[in-house]
């Protein structure tokens, strides 16, 4: 089966702009998930979907962070305007459904996009 | 959330068994231990997970002790290939996230 895909690989920019990240979770997959990962630290998750709708964005620095999941397929996570603390790998995981627990796959993640903000 | 706490770094020979201690002393009883690793500039990847069982699959073994307090990921045969952060990560019953701590560096020698 395919797994998660994510674009871009790497993505350099100054700060104060924008920048947009794209997530196509396996197919069939209802919830998907984005995590920040800064160097050296374990991923961070930033907001959870099942199919289009929020389940938890708790930790989402809403001021500047947006995500949608507008058909409940792929998705988009925006920062705007960008800060030099952004600079991590935004990670986008996908699992078959909310109460997808003990199963043998649990989270299925992408390889990740690389942010750096100069 | 149950808090796990594991050692940063160890390293392992090429070809013997590398043993990878968590401790999640405040683990409920209906929440899983999972444990994932992470390659160099990869995603995180699934290895194995348990409840109160000890756990076998073509990657790894798991053992999860009585009280389930702790539990060590053990691979049988490190190659280098088996070079990675991995991570311990208890489930919480409500909801679906995985919250993950720094991991344990685990590097093999050859």
């Known amino acids: 089966e395919a797994g998660v895909a994510q674009s871009p690989r790497y993505k350099i920019i100054e700060k104060r702009q924008s920048v947009a990240f794209w997530c196509n979770p396996i197919?069939?997959?209802?919830?998907l998930y984005w995590y920040q990962q800064i160097l050296g630290q374990g991923p961070k998750l930033l907001i959870q979907?099942?199919?289009?709708?929020?389940?938890?964005d708790s930790q989402l620095p809403k001021d500047r962070f947006s995500a949608e999941r507008l058909k409940g397929v792929d998705s988009t996570l925006k920062i705007q305007p960008a800060k030099l603390e952004d600079s991590a790998v935004y990670l986008c995981?996908?699992?078959?459904?909310?109460?997808?627990?003990?199963?043998?796959?649990?989270?299925?993640f992408g390889s990740g996009t690389r942010l750096t903000v100069v | 959330d149950a808090k796990t706490t594991q050692p940063p770094s160890m390293d392992c020979a090429e070809g013997r068994a590398a043993n990878l201690p968590c401790n999640h002393s405040?683990?409920?009883?209906?929440?899983?231990v999972y444990w994932y690793r992470q390659i160099h500039s990869q995603g995180p990847q699934y290895i194995i997970h348990?409840?109160?069982n000890n756990e076998t699959n073509e990657m790894a073994s798991l053992i999860i002790t009585e009280d389930r307090k702790s539990s060590t990921l053990i691979l049988p045969h490190a190659t280098l290939r088996d070079t990675a952060v991995y991570y311990c990560?208890?489930?919480?019953?409500?909801?679906?996230?995985?919250?993950f701590g720094t991991g344990t560096s685990l590097t093999v020698i050859p």
């Open positions: 197919s069939g997959h209802a919830t």
């Open positions: 348990g409840l109160k």
């Open positions: 990560i208890v489930r919480p019953p409500t909801g679906n996230q995985f919250y």
């Open positions: 405040t683990i409920s009883g209906n929440e899983y």
């Open positions: 979907f099942q199919n289009n709708g929020v389940v938890d």
């Open positions: 995981a996908s699992s078959l459904d909310f109460w997808d627990r003990g199963t043998k796959y649990g989270y299925t």
